[in-house]
């Protein structure tokens, strides 16, 4: 049974960072790519950044972020802890959502189960 459970939320200031984390089971983890997607109050879910698994780069991983948050987002992940990161400086009231994370790439993986999610609010 696949499970995603998220961490790391909470409110943040204008201009401040919060680290996100997501420990996934249920399935061989270091084979899929692994993405962030949010969803914002009264809007549908937004893509955020994927990661992919690095097979093909021998081990180095390849990233796609959303230019909505590009240069202040940065996704990561530990094989060996099953646990994929979004670190998220320099926030804005606009980034204020729900974070899941998802497996796959990119857009597509919104259409992909979710776990609960962790909540970020971005106010002064």
């Known amino acids: 049974q696949v499970q995603l459970v998220e961490s790391g939320g909470g409110l943040a200031q204008p201009g401040g960072s919060l680290r996100l984390s997501c420990v996934a089971s249920?399935?061989?983890?270091?084979?899929?790519?692994m993405s962030w997607v949010r969803q914002a109050p009264g809007k549908g879910l937004e893509f955020v950044s994927s990661?992919?698994?690095?097979?093909?780069?021998?081990?180095?991983?390849?990233?796609l972020t959303a230019n909505s948050v590009k240069g202040r987002f940065t996704i990561s992940r530990d094989n060996a802890k099953n646990t994929v990161y979004l670190q998220m400086n320099n926030l804005k009231p606009e980034d204020t959502a729900v974070y899941y994370c998802?497996?796959?790439?990119?857009?597509?993986?919104?259409?992909?189960?979710r776990g609960q999610g962790t909540q970020v609010t971005v106010s002064s």
């Open positions: 990661i992919d698994t690095g097979v093909w780069r021998n081990g180095e991983f390849d990233t």
């Open positions: 998802v497996k796959g790439w990119g857009a597509t993986a919104t259409k992909n189960d």
């Open positions: 249920g399935f061989l983890f270091e084979t899929y790519s």
